[in-house]
């Protein structure tokens, strides 16, 4: 069984920051990207910031330049997001997602239970 675990939301005020993380742990044989998405009330589940194996990165224009993510390199199993300049906009629930094969089974997506960000204007 693979499980993700967040942490790291909270209540900010714009300008400010915050550091996600998340941890994946289980039977795992190989992670293959990992990253973050978010989902405002009302609205669809949007990507904000993935990470391949290899190291190339992939972030939703609204973050550029104000986001970075970066993996563990010792475990290989754990994603970061750090949060810099953070905006109203930005408020959402964050949530881990990570494309992983467990040593005993197929390769597949999996999802943490989410963390919330509120930025206050």
């Known amino acids: 069984q693979v499980q993700l675990v967040e942490s790291g939301g909270g209540l900010v005020q714009a300008g400010g920051s915050l550091r996600l993380s998340c941890a994946a742990s289980?039977?795992?044989?190989?992670?293959?990207?990992m990253g973050w998405y978010r989902q405002a009330p009302g609205k669809q589940r949007e990507l904000v910031a993935i990470?391949?194996?290899?190291?190339?990165?992939?972030y939703a224009d609204s973050v550029k330049g104000r986001f970075t993510i970066t993996r563990d390199n010792a475990a290989k199993n754990a994603v970061y997001l750090q949060m810099n300049r953070l905006e109203p906009e930005d408020t959402a629930a964050y949530y881990c997602?990570?494309?992983?094969?467990?040593?005993?089974?197929?390769?597949?997506?999996?999802w943490g239970q989410g963390t919330q960000v509120t930025v206050s204007s």
């Open positions: 997602n990570a494309n992983v094969r467990p040593c005993f089974s197929v390769s597949r997506d999996y």
């Open positions: 289980g039977s795992i044989c190989s992670t293959n990207v």
């Open positions: 990470m391949y194996s290899g190291g190339n990165t992939n």
